[in-house]
């Protein structure tokens, strides 16, 4: 079945620039997202991407897709203390909300 | 009310006990879901519904149930609790069952089984 990889736990420093990976399996994977959750609460949408984009931009988000390798990356410039939280890699082959395959979550601590 | 909440934020239940989570949204959104979150798994999708008055099974519905009478409300119910089912409950809302990953999430509750 489909699945969706991703490191557990990110440590950088407050200033520097954080980059959260997750694979995927499905190749047939249309569209991608990562979501964001903060303590206490539910998750948030950060950005999406299809699967014919290679980088998409948003102020200081950038997500990249190497679609051969299955590959997605995060990479938030000048990380913020406020950016400590779970990010959520998810994925679907058809945009319909029950079809989508979320990863396990990288947690992202910032340090001062 | 304000986008999504939730009912109860937590709850301590003994194992075999009937419990109802609830689950409102304001925003006149068609689809809803629910999902558990457990550490180290992601959240994975117990039931959803695209519209008022149908209902469909995710990845793990076994030992839950839900109805979806109006737009509002998505309750979600454990007929006979185990404690495998200790978890934390999120429920969400789109405005149409596609909607390019545009979930929003209620706060969550969290339920631990004895």
């Known amino acids: 079945g489909e699945d969706v990889e991703q490191s557990l736990f990110l440590s950088v420093r407050e200033g520097d620039s954080s980059v959260i990976n997750c694979t995927y399996t499905?190749?047939?994977?249309?569209?991608l997202y990562w979501y964001k959750q903060e303590p206490g609460a539910g998750l948030q949408l950060l950005t999406y991407?299809?699967?014919?984009?290679d980088m998409k931009q948003d102020q200081r988000l950038t997500v990249l897709l190497n679609k051969k390798d299955k590959h997605l990356s995060l990479r938030i410039a000048d990380t913020q203390t406020g950016d400590s939280a779970i990010y959520f890699c998810a994925e679907s082959m058809d945009n319909y909300g029950q079809n989508f395959v979320f990863g396990p979550g990288t947690r992202l601590s910032v340090l001062p | 009310i304000a986008g999504i909440t939730q009912a109860p934020t937590s709850q301590i239940l003994a194992a075999g006990r009937r419990m109802t989570l609830r689950c409102t949204q304001d925003?006149?959104?068609?689809?809803m879901y629910w999902y558990r979150q457990d550490l180290g798994l992601g959240l994975r999708l117990i039931h959803y519904?695209?519209?008022?008055?149908?209902?469909g099974k995710g990845e793990v519905p076994d030992g839950y149930s839900v109805s979806r009478a109006n737009t509002d409300d998505f309750p979600l119910t454990l007929a006979s609790a185990v404690p495998s089912q200790t978890s934390v409950y999120f429920c969400?809302?789109?405005?149409?069952?596609?909607?390019?990953?545009?979930?929003?999430f209620g706060p969550g509750t969290r339920l631990t089984v004895l």
């Open positions: 991407i299809f699967s014919n984009m």
């Open positions: 499905d190749s047939s994977s249309t569209y």
């Open positions: 519904s695209n519209t008022a008055g149908t209902t």
């Open positions: 969400a809302s789109s405005e149409n069952p596609t909607n390019f990953g545009e979930q929003f």
């Open positions: 925003m006149r959104h068609n689809a």
